[in-house]
């Protein structure tokens, strides 16, 4: 591990300006922006203790400076992350964190269901959860990962969120996929919000996340590439598939027989360094998944 640490900081110096260059490119559209929607009541589902700050974290920020409750549900109890720490310790650490993450972010509340991290599974108990959460905190905007995802507890949660709305056809809001190891394709985001007023916000949470061994400097620098987009010049966004109810449900079911072949088809795009690899490696795969589960207005 040393000797690959050492062979990347010795290439950084070139790795870093040509991942940039092939990146804006990928990313270059005439895309318009999007906004909040004026939402009041935001609820969103995080697999594990950064997970909402990774993917949604400048638009949690952005929804608390206009008013809105944000509501965090923490879905694993994060103990399986790599870290020197115990399990016990660990869990304990994260929840330390995410109290310190919720004043930067301006989270209103936060829940720990308790499911074990790594092993979330769609089943009556799980969905229990999800729907008990949901019909508490009644919210008019979801934001929940992706489907397509590297890690089986992100897929999972979309999962079950899926069958939760399938079988509560009652229940009414806009949603929204975030990504987090699995960036999502270019064609296939039709939602970017500007968060240039926030993104320092979303750096200084995920300073806070010193309890795991893990960079996140990847997902930051995809926030500022992304940016490009946008016909109009802005310096970082998030971006987000946001599709209609049957959308969502069509898209987690035709693509259940598949999610075995996702962790070991996509790389995680944590860090700058090797975000050419996470984007690149088996794309072709992944954009064959969009197209077979038809998540595209």
Same mark, same amino acid.
């Given at each position: 591990?040393?000797?690959?640490?050492?062979?990347?900081?010795?290439?950084?110096?070139?790795?870093?300006?040509?991942?940039?260059?092939?990146?804006?490119?990928?990313?270059?559209?005439?895309?318009?922006?999007?906004?909040?929607?004026?939402?009041?009541?935001?609820?969103?589902?995080?697999?594990?203790?950064?997970?909402?700050?990774?993917?949604?974290?400048?638009?949690?920020?952005?929804?608390?400076?206009?008013?809105?409750?944000?509501?965090?549900?923490?879905?694993?109890?994060? &103990?399986?992350?790599? &870290?020197?720490?115990?399990?016990?310790?660990?869990?304990?650490?994260?929840?330390?964190?995410?109290?310190?993450?919720?004043?930067?972010?301006?989270?209103?509340?936060?829940?720990?269901?308790?499911?074990?991290?790594?092993?979330?599974?769609?089943?009556?108990?799980?969905?229990?959860?999800?729907?008990?959460?949901?019909?508490?905190?009644?919210?008019?905007?979801?934001?929940?990962?992706?489907?397509?995802?590297?890690?089986?507890?992100?897929?999972?949660?979309?999962?079950?969120?899926?069958?939760?709305?399938?079988?509560?056809?009652?229940?009414?809001?806009?949603?929204?996929?975030?990504?987090?190891?699995?960036?999502?394709?270019?064609?296939?985001?039709?939602?970017?919000?500007?968060?240039?007023?926030?993104?320092?916000?979303?750096?200084?949470?995920?300073?806070?996340?010193?309890?795991?061994?893990?960079?996140?400097?990847?997902?930051?620098?995809?926030?500022?590439?992304?940016?490009?987009?946008?016909?109009?010049?802005?310096?970082?966004?998030?971006?987000?598939?946001?599709?209609?109810?049957?959308?969502?449900?069509?898209?987690?079911?035709?693509?259940? &027989?598949?999610?075995?072949?996702?962790?070991?088809?996509?790389?995680?795009?944590?860090?700058?360094?090797?975000?050419?690899?996470?984007?690149?490696?088996?794309?072709?795969?992944?954009?064959?998944?969009?197209?077979? &589960?038809?998540?595209?207005?």
């Amino acid at each position: 591990m040393k000797v690959k640490q050492f062979i990347m900081t010795i290439l950084r110096p070139i790795n870093i300006p040509i991942t940039n260059a092939i990146l804006k490119r990928h990313y270059h559209r005439n895309m318009e922006l999007s906004n909040t929607k004026g939402a009041k009541r935001v609820l969103v589902f995080a697999p594990h203790m950064d997970d909402e700050t990774i993917g949604p974290g400048g638009v949690i920020r952005k929804h608390a400076l206009e008013g809105a409750e944000v509501h965090c549900v923490f879905v694993t109890d994060g &103990s399986n992350s790599v &870290s020197n720490l115990s399990k016990e310790e660990l869990i304990r650490a994260r929840m330390q964190e995410m109290e310190e993450v919720k004043d930067i972010l301006g989270i209103h509340d936060i829940k720990y269901l308790g499911l074990p991290d790594g092993n979330v599974t769609n089943n009556e108990e799980s969905r229990k959860l999800f729907l008990e959460v949901i019909q508490s905190v009644q919210p008019d905007m979801v934001y929940c990962t992706s489907f397509v995802d590297a890690h089986p507890d992100h897929t999972e949660t979309a999962n079950i969120l899926a069958d939760i709305l399938k079988e509560n056809e009652e229940l009414d809001c806009t949603l929204r996929l975030y990504e987090i190891n699995c960036p999502i394709p270019p064609d296939f985001i039709n939602c970017i919000v500007d968060i240039s007023d926030t993104w320092k916000d979303k750096a200084r949470a995920m300073d806070v996340f010193s309890s795991q061994a893990i960079a996140f400097d990847g997902f930051l620098t995809l926030n500022r590439l992304k940016a490009n987009l946008l016909e109009e010049k802005v310096h970082a966004v998030e971006v987000f598939v946001e599709p209609s109810r049957d959308q969502f449900i069509r898209h987690c079911e035709k693509l259940r &027989s598949k999610k075995e072949t996702f962790p070991t088809a996509f790389k995680q795009a944590n860090r700058t360094d090797t975000l050419l690899w996470a984007i690149y490696h088996h794309l072709k795969y992944k954009l064959s998944l969009y197209e077979e &589960s038809q998540l595209k207005n």
